[in-house]
């Protein structure tokens, strides 16, 4: 079980793909959002009138429908992760992994996996508990159920000083591979 896990959060890192998300922080707001990652370097985050791209280094803001672009003073690796995602990187978060039950997914053949994990994003750590819907035939995961802690980020607009801090929330990620 835990060798299927880490092989597709291995493939959701490395092959392009897009996450469909819906997350209800701890105060109940629900928070519907749509990441497209291009690996390894080039995310598309949309979402609640607000847009990020994050390419070449840099992160882009489009902060609501009618606003222009502008570069921002927050770290890339605040979206793309402070490393790589490698198979020895997983290994080393991946925890109790086990097989749930064997399941469809619009038309697929999929096994349910859970497992626990602490992810590590601008410094803070991230727990959660997660159930992974993996594809049998190929091995690529299409659905993920995360209780747990989120990254949240926000800019003090006074400083303009970037904040993160984990939230507490509860997130339905569908995902789509599309090369």
Excluded: C
Excluded at 11 to 21: D, H, I, K, V, Y
Aim: charged letters at 20%.
């Amino acid at each position: 079980a835990r060798r299927a896990v880490i092989s597709a959060l291995l493939a959701l890192n490395t092959t392009p793909n897009r996450m469909s998300n819906t997350t209800v922080a701890a105060d109940g707001t629900t928070h519907p959002n749509v990441i497209e990652f291009l690996p390894p370097d080039r995310k598309h985050i949309s979402g609640e009138g607000t847009e990020i791209i994050v390419a070449g280094g840099k992160v882009y803001l489009k902060g609501s429908e009618t606003a222009s672009w502008q570069i921002i003073d927050v770290p890339s690796s605040t979206y793309l992760g402070d490393q790589p995602v490698t198979e020895a990187s997983l290994e080393g978060t991946v925890q109790s992994a086990e097989f749930v039950r064997g399941d469809t997914l619009d038309g697929r053949t999929v096994g349910v996996f859970r497992y626990t994990s602490v992810t590590t994003a601008s410094g803070i750590n991230l727990h959660s508990q997660t159930e992974l819907w993996i594809d049998q035939t190929n091995g690529l995961p299409y659905k993920m159920i995360v209780d747990g802690e989120t990254l949240k980020v926000s800019i003090d607009p006074g400083t303009g000083e970037n904040k993160a801090t984990a939230e507490k929330s509860h997130s339905t990620i569908l995902i789509t591979f599309d090369p």
